[in-house]
C-alpha cells in the first residue's frame, strides 16, 4: 500500500521554479515529522529538508537553504517542496517521506533511513542548463 504520493517533477530550465507535492493520509500527516529526499544519478540518497510534527519547525540542507522551501498544505493533507532557481544539480528523483520522531518538535530525519517508516515512490526533476 503506498502511503505517499509525490506529485509535480518534470523538466525545466536552469533559473526556473518547481513545486512538488506529496499527499498522504490523515494518521500520517497529523501524526508523523515528514521531509523530502532526492537521490541523483549515481549518488546516495539524501535529506533536503524536513518538518517537524509539532510546531512547524523546519531543516534543511545546506544546499537547499534560501532556495528551497517545506511546507504543509493542511487542506490537501499535502507537504509541499518549493524550489527556486533551479540549477542543472538539482537533477534527482524527489522522495517524499514520513517518520516518528521521540521528539514532536524535532524537524530532522533519523540517522538510519530503516527507521523512516514511509517512503513515496519518487517523482524525477531534471533540470537543463
Known amino acids: 500500500q503506498v502511503e505517499l504520493v509525490e506529485s509535480g517533477g518534470g523538466l525545466v530550465q536552469a533559473g526556473d521554479s518547481l513545486t512538488l507535492s506529496c499527499t498522504t493520509s490523515?494518521?500520517?500527516?497529523?501524526?508523523?515529522?515528514m521531509g523530502w529526499f532526492r537521490q541523483a544519478p549515481g549518488k546516495e540518497r539524501v535529506v533536503v529538508g524536513s518538518?517537524?510534527?509539532?510546531?512547524?519547525?523546519?531543516s534543511y540542507a545546506d544546499f537547499a537553504k534560501g532556495r528551497f522551501t517545506i511546507s504543509k498544505d493542511n487542506t490537501k493533507r499535502a507537504l509541499l517542496l518549493q524550489m527556486t532557481d533551479l540549477k542543472p544539480e538539482d537533477t534527482a528523483v524527489y522522495y517524499c517521506?514520513?517518520?516518528?520522531?521521540?521528539?514532536?518538535?524535532?524537524?530532522?530525519?533519523?540517522?538510519?533511513?530503516?527507521?523512516?517508516?514511509?517512503w513515496g515512490q519518487g517523482t524525477q526533476v531534471t533540470v537543463s542548463s
Open positions: 517521506a514520513a517518520w516518528t520522531s521521540d521528539y514532536f518538535g524535532d524537524p530532522r530525519p533519523p540517522q538510519r533511513e530503516a527507521d523512516i517508516r514511509s
Open positions: 490523515g494518521r500520517i500527516f497529523h501524526y508523523s515529522a
Open positions: 518538518i517537524s510534527r509539532v510546531g512547524g519547525s523546519l
